[in-house]
């Protein structure tokens, strides 16, 4: 890949996190101040940056508490920061849920809740309810991501196994008004989606869960098999009056960020176009996908004209068959490099929060001539893709993408350039 395509992929990149900016985010959206108190709750991947933005914006005295992954942390004045384990909860998380219920304990109807919400939240608010143990919750959130089910089946399966998911921290909050702003990074940016809707209720219900597991075929725990099964409070449901005064509003999404991307490339003299801001499926499918949209471009100038850079996102999914490392990010990647071998491209796949997965990375850069490089190497494209090992594929190339945290999550960022 040239500097120039590199650099390019890059600005793509980060033009799209920039739309995604928490003060920016923020300001077009505060509430009005209350006659009471104002306290900040919060989970997610870019919660504390969201935090420190809210107050610098907020007129006016408050508190709270809001929960981000590990290393994610930044200084605040007023709302507490905690961190704890991403994407598998640990103890700290408990800890974190916790302190996020005696934050909202007491309140009364003049005050004011402010959620802010954004992705990762799921894993960083372990609640365990009934008899079930954090160990239960690690063991159900290790199936889940295993399973290859798209995020909306995970949700609602974690919002009916949980003492604080799918509006049951909002509920808590009554009889005080809840403001949930959400970043989104989920596909159709429903807010009950996104940190499986801690202040924010859906309609599934226990019956529509089980039917999901079912559907799916999600090997559950048995202890969590049997909890679904039984006939505990569900997770309350919309119309439900405790939350007859909640507002919520969806503040940074996928798509204001590929739009921004996109707007970038044309002023760096590069028209594009935006496949989707919500595709999900397998990682590795929705690779070979635009591997072949590629090679019709640079074979027929089709469906789109040369130069043009492809963007789209949304959550794909990796359903594990081996024991490798790497996220959905550098899977597709890999995939298209495949597919679309021999084909002069660049690309770039990331997440916006800056991490893929487990690993340091974010994604990768690939280009056509990605798997040939692999071969000569010594290593097999196609067996590294089977075991899951995109993050080795692209060590070995030095072709990883690490930002850093980024302090924000729209999800998936997908870039192929043909010049």
């Known amino acids: 890949m040239t500097d120039e395509d590199r650099a390019f992929l890059t600005a793509l990149f980060r033009s799209a996190v920039a739309a995604a900016d928490p003060e920016r985010a923020l300001a077009a959206h505060l509430p009005a101040r209350p006659r009471g108190r104002t306290v900040v709750v919060g989970a997610g991947k870019g919660a504390a940056q969201l935090a420190a933005a809210f107050e610098r914006l907020w007129d006016g005295p408050l508190g709270g508490v809001v929960v981000t992954r590990y290393g994610y942390g930044c200084p ?8 704890a384990a991403h994407p598998v909860p640990d103890p700290a998380g408990l800890a974190a849920s916790a302190a996020l219920f005696d934050a909202v304990r007491g309140l009364g109807p003049d005050d004011l809740v402010v959620a802010l919400v954004c992705g990762g939240g799921s894993a960083l608010l372990p609640c365990p309810p009934g008899n079930l143990t954090l160990e239960d919750e690690v063991a159900l959130n290790r199936a889940l991501l295993a399973s290859g089910a798209p995020i909306s089946v995970m949700n609602a399966i974690r919002k009916q196994v949980s003492g604080i998911k799918g509006g049951r921290l909002a509920a808590a909050c009554h009889p ?7 970043v989104s990074d989920v596909p159709g940016d429903d807010p009950a989606q996104v940190a499986s809707g801690p202040t924010v209720p859906d309609a599934t219900t226990r019956e529509q869960a089980r039917a999901l597991v079912a559907s799916w075929r999600i090997d559950l725990p048995p202890r969590v098999a049997g909890w679904l099964a039984g006939d505990a409070e569900p997770a309350p449901l919309p119309d439900d009056p405790v939350f007859a005064r909640n507002e919520v509003h969806v503040i940074a999404s996928a798509r204001l960020s590929l739009e921004a991307a996109a707007q970038r490339a044309l002023a760096m003299g590069v028209p594009a176009v935006i496949l989707s801001d919500a595709i999900e499926g397998e990682a590795r499918d929705v690779g070979r996908v635009h591997g072949a949209i590629a090679r019709e471009v640079a074979a027929r100038n ?22 490798g490392k790497g996220g959905r990010n550098s899977e597709f990647l890999l995939a298209l490099a495949l597919a679309a071998e021999g084909v002069p491209l660049a690309a770039l796949a990331a997440d916006t929060d800056g991490i893929d997965g487990s690993e340091d990375n974010a994604g990768a850069f690939a280009t056509g001539a990605s798997a040939a490089r692999l071969r000569a190497l010594g290593h097999d494209p196609a067996a590294l893709l089977a075991a899951n090992d995109a993050y080795t594929a692209f060590a070995v190339l030095g072709d990883l993408f690490v930002p850093g945290p980024t302090g924000t999550n729209v999800n998936d960022f997908r870039a192929i350039l043909l010049r």
């Open 302 to 323: 089709r469906p789109f004209p040369r130069p043009v850079a492809i963007l789209s996102g949304g959550e794909t999914t990796v359903t594990l068959r081996g024991s």
């Open 176 to 182: 005080a008004r809840v403001v949930t702003l959400v």
């Open 76 to 83: 605040t004045r007023s709302i507490r920061v905690m961190e």
